[in-house]
């Protein structure tokens, strides 16, 4: 599995943001998947995955801390 294809670009405006993360919660929907090659367990980790994404860059104090953190340890 790899993680970073599940991720939503984070220098992508709000707009964009919003629709990456509905076409991911589609795409990686448990129930809704019905690609076999990948198990169930991944499928539910990139949901989370993208659930937590979208609500680091949705809230402004989240993501100024991400931003942060990310030109410090860069």
């Known amino acids: 599995m790899n993680i970073s294809e599940s991720c ?3 220098n992508d405006g ?3 943001l919003k629709k990456n993360y509905k076409s991911n919660m ?3 929907h448990p129930d ?3 690609n076999e090659s990948i198990n169930s367990d ?3 980790k990139l949901f989370n995955i ?3 994404i979208y609500k680091i860059f949705t809230d402004k104090d989240t993501k100024s ?3 942060d953190y990310k030109k410090t340890y860069d």
């Open 32 to 34: 809704k998947n019905t």
């Open 14 to 16: 709000l707009k964009k």
């Open 42 to 44: 991944d499928l539910t």
């Open 50 to 52: 993208n659930q937590i």
């Open 65 to 67: 801390l991400y931003e």
């Open 26 to 28: 589609i795409k990686y």
């Open 8 to 10: 939503l670009n984070t």
